[in-house]
């Protein structure tokens, strides 16, 4: 049996954690051979292929990124641009001309969209869910979640310290494009002031009142806003035209826009810091790397039992094989009753 492997879309700590955990257990418990794709769906569309034995996995436990490298590359958007055979046909044909038995894709909801359509053509496909946001439905958690947290916290408790120093109102802006389970774990864990997510629009008034409240009690405010999230006003906008190739709108700055508004409303001075990318960089957590490696040994396992079309996901201790179509049904957003939760502290 020959298995092909890819990551796709933005990367994450743990993905070298998956890959290796497949590689390890397929080769030593059931003699398959490897071949890793580059670049998320890039590798197959253009049948991009690097090697992949025990060899290449040595080393990579504890290593950010990916090994085979990622893309937002979308298939299924490509056949113009690609002399107009459909993607899934140039995939399925490279699948063949190299000889690959079985997929698996490591990826968020726009790869395992992709998987997908995949699996319906008849691909023999198995997924494995992956994103710092925690917002594919099917599974409690996905790896780099915790590590993106932890991130987020200790940059948290680190303003807190410069803020108190200088009597300013600082803005984190953590990732979280449609959810904010990154916002309201690491808010809850670092003590914020406010946490604000995409599921729920803000109050700006509300907002300032919380920090004006904070500066009262001689505590510097700490606001830890999601990108997404936005202003009950509708009329300011936190979003721009730019469209990604899956159609995601470019996000332009809701931590700076929050702080220009809360220096205007308040005459306090506020400043923002961006986290960005730091959170899907470096070494992930013990806990990350364990999931990811349990996920990767049921996914090739899956593979074994020629159970396809499926993606391994987590539900409580267990890993447990879901339809891959209930991986990207819906969001998993922040219930309401989880951020009432968070909101009794705010102020
Ligand atoms: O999907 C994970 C995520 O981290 C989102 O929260 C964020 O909007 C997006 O990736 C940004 O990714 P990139 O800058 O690589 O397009």
Redesign the pocket.
Known sequence: MRVGVLTG????PGLNAVIRAIVRRGVKEFGYEFIGFRDGWRGPLEGDTVPLDVQAVRGILPLGGTILGSS?TNPLADAAASGGRPGITRIKDNLDSLGVDALIAIG?EDTLGVATRLHEAGVKMVGVPK???NDLGGTDYTFGFDT?VNIAMEAIDRLHTTAESHHRALIVEV????VGW?ALHAGMAGGANVILIPEKRFDIEKVCAYVEHRFQTRYAPIVVVA??ALPADESTSFESQEL?AFG?V??RGAGQMLADEIEKRTGKEARCTVL??I??GGTPTAFDRVLATRFGLQAIGAVHDGAFGVMVALQRTEIVRVPLAEATRELKVVPPDRYDEAEVLFG
Do not use: K, N, P, S
């Open positions: 879309g933005g990367d994450c937002r968020g994103t710092i946001d993106a990732m979280g494009r449609h990154i990108e997404g990604d995601h470019r996000l960005g990318h959170q899907r």
